[in-house]
């Protein structure tokens, strides 16, 4: 494979060492292994689409999940945390793959996406994001440590909706993150930067540093991305209309500066460690839709075109990632746009929750915390539209194969 590159606000950075600034002007190493994903130009096209089977029945009866008592704190976590065969330590593919045809051995597709039908709607899908104006691409800019197992599934489902770049800044993961991602590097539609931030007070640092050299691209170059996400890697942004792609729902809003996009948090579903499957497939329950509490802080999203807003241009600084500043940012209604904040199992959840807050919040703190947002009253898998072709995104990288030419052979 051709070295990658991306081109960024004051250099172009090459496979190699970077220095990216924190907020008092100090000069960070960071490592850069990725680059901007190649362009989809040329590729074929459709204007077919696809629709939706969708639930949104409130659970009863044997299917309400229990929930766990809280804990006294001289008690041990009932739940080690690692996440079992398939949780936080384990062998991602091993985790998503499905029994193949006629019971064979397992694949990454598996028997359910491979019909005519399933495959139909993957060739779709993948044309419908290949169309996708270059004037209207999407970035997207996250934070990430220790949770390599769930990575390639948030790329590809990403990538499937029609985000185009993925700038992943890793800090300091102690897992096999990095190995994890190469696969994606090489596809070229992941960068990652391993930027030590250190505190958790500092998560906006590097997401500061991405949004300004965005926001530089853009400036120079109408066919860099236009939308900035800036949410989490247990939060899959999901177009509610299955039939466009994230960048045809948030051009409707392409006259102000940025927007809000609600978040929605889905229960552990009573798994205590992680079941085999994608996470998109397995746990589909969760809180009210309009549930404050349970789906406070929403996640924003920067439109970076200077030449569009009316409500004036988003800085170049945001203070946290649940709104901008220098603007008002339209708020998205749940039925437009909506992210589904995941739990996971509750292993899981107990034990990144107490990686990452440990120095901050007591046990007690955590286990509270588990009992608030294991809500499992509602069900909808609008977000399994996507599964087969999240599936197959996973495949083509797996066998090196460019993904902008790979689409599913369908029988004549």
């Known amino acids: 494979m051709a070295m990658a590159m991306m081109t960024v606000a004051m250099a172009t950075v090459i496979v190699g060492f970077v220095e990216a600034k924190d907020d008092g002007g100090v000069a960070v190493p960071g490592v850069v292994i990725g680059a901007v994903p190649p362009s989809t130009e040329g590729q074929q096209q459709s204007h077919s689409s696809v629709g939706s089977t969708t639930t949104h029945d409130r659970l009863r009866g044997s299917m309400t999940v229990p929930r766990p008592r809280l804990l006294e704190s001289d008690e041990p976590y009932p739940w080690t945390g690692a996440g079992g065969k398939f949780g936080l330590t384990s062998d991602w593919r091993e985790a998503a793959m499905m029994p193949g045809a006629r019971g064979g051995e397992a694949t990454m597709r598996g028997d359910s996406c491979m019909g ?6 993957v060739r779709e899908i993948l044309e419908r994001r290949a169309k996708t104006p270059g004037t209207s691409k999407v970035a997207a800019c996250v934070r990430t440590k220790d949770f390599g197992r769930f990575l390639p599934e948030w790329i590809a489902y990403h990538y499937a909706i029609g985000v185009d770049e993925m700038t992943i800044y890793d800090d300091d993961s102690n897992d096999d993150t990095v190995e994890i991602l190469q696969p994606f590097v090489d596809a070229g539609i992941v960068t990652y930067i391993l930027e030590r931030t250190g505190h958790w007070e500092n998560q906006m640092t590097p997401l500061n540093l991405c949004l300004e050299e965005h926001m530089v691209r853009r400036l120079g170059d109408n066919e860099a991305p236009r939308w900035l996400l800036f949410h989490d890697t247990d939060e899959y942004v999901v177009p509610v209309d299955t039939s466009v792609t994230i960048a045809q729902a948030l051009d409707k809003h392409s006259a102000t500066c940025c927007v809000r996009v609600p978040r929605v948090t889905y229960g552990a579903g009573g798994h205590d460690e992680m079941p085999q499957g994608l996470l998109l497939e397995v746990f589909l329950q969760h809180a009210h839709l309009h549930d404050f509490k349970s789906n406070r802080l929403p996640k924003v999203a920067v439109n970076l075109d200077t030449t569009q807003p009316l409500l004036g241009q ?15 940012c339209d708020v998205i209604p749940v039925d437009e746009i909506r992210i589904n904040h995941y739990l996971g199992s509750r292993g899981d959840y107990l034990g990144k929750t107490k ?13 509270k915390w588990l009992l608030e947002r294991d809500i499992n009253s509602f069900k909808s898998d609008t977000i399994t539209t996507w599964a087969c072709a999240t599936r197959e995104v996973l495949s083509v990288v797996l066998e090196g194969s460019d993904l902008n030419k790979v689409l599913p052979v369908m029988d004549e």
């Open 314 to 328: 988003a800085r170049s600084r945001l203070k946290s990632m649940h709104n901008g500043q220098g603007c008002q």
């Open 355 to 367: 990686r990452y807050w440990q120095e901050v919040y007591s046990r007690d703190k955590v286990e």
């Open 116 to 121: 005519d039908a399933k495959q139909r709607q």
